[in-house]
């Protein structure tokens, strides 16, 4: 995941094929895709001004470029809830 500020984000193809879910918060909506459950994007629960995108959806993006720069969530262990 690497979060931007929502401004800087444009889904230019396939948002047809994405369902949004909403937690138990209300303040994080989920983006996933219908066809394969892949978790996509979703706004930032810490940072209500960033969405948050699932680098692996992106094509030809190469996670070992940006060493440090993105960090590793594992989807379980929120850091609000520390």
């Known amino acids: 995941m690497i979060c931007v500020p929502q401004e ?3 889904v ?3 948002f047809e094929s994405v369902t949004e879910y ?3 918060t209300t303040e994080a909506p989920h ?3 219908i066809i394969c459950g892949t978790h996509t994007h979703h706004k930032s629960r810490n940072n209500p001004g960033k969405i948050c995108i699932n680098v692996a959806c992106i094509d030809d993006f190469n996670i070992a470029d940006y060493k440090g720069a993105i960090k590793n969530f594992d989807g379980v262990n929120h850091p609000r809830d520390l």
């Open 12 to 14: 230019v193809e396939g």
């Open 31 to 33: 983006f996933f895709c």
């Open 22 to 24: 909403i937690f138990n």
């Open 8 to 10: 800087n984000v444009t």
